[in-house]
């Protein structure tokens, strides 16, 4: 098993209802409103640390992307902290990621202070293919955006 990243795209005015509580944030999950969520299996930490050059710190909007956000449901009794971007940040965030081509993502590369910074999920980022690995879920990710941008939609992010 392991920590599996996720996006999941979310109309405003659903978005508002979720922070209103007048819906469920876990009956959204599960459905299939919005379409799919984005499955970025574990190299949602990796990529992370690729934009930001660095494990949990970062500045917005690269930080946004897939740590940034308040949360919808922090309550001790969750076992999924669920955060969300309103739609202007979903906005910046496609908008910085169009600048951000697989090369430039590449030069953040560093296996060896990646190891030291305790990036998940590679024991040793030295190991052949763990950037083609990360990069293999760049693309996607960032259509993903640029869909939830076009369409004015707000983005909530979460890791099981």
């Given at each position: 098993m392991g920590m599996i990243g996720y996006l999941k795209r979310i109309p405003v005015e659903l978005l508002n209802a979720l922070l209103e509580g007048t819906a469920s944030v876990e009956d959204f999950l599960h459905s299939d409103e919005a379409g799919e969520a984005l499955d970025l299996d574990k190299a949602w930490h990796g990529i992370h640390y690729l934009l930001c050059g660095d494990a949990w710190e970062g500045e917005?909007?690269?930080?946004?992307?897939?740590?940034?956000?308040?949360?919808?449901n922090d309550s001790e009794d969750e076992e999924v902290v669920v955060r969300y971007l309103q739609p202007?940040?979903?906005q910046a965030v496609a908008?910085?990621?169009k600048e951000i081509g697989d090369q430039e993502l590449a030069e953040g590369f560093s296996p060896d202070e990646?190891?030291?910074?305790?990036?998940?999920?590679?024991?040793d980022w030295n190991d052949g293919g763990e950037l083609d690995y990360l990069l293999g879920y760049y693309g996607p990710l960032k259509t993903y955006y640029a869909e939830a941008a076009?369409?004015?939609e707000g983005?909530?992010?979460y890791v099981m």
């Open positions: 917005g909007p690269l930080f946004d992307v897939l740590m940034g956000g308040q949360p919808i202007e940040q979903v908008q910085a990621l990646m190891n030291e910074a305790g990036v998940y999920p590679a024991p076009d369409k004015g983005m909530l992010i």
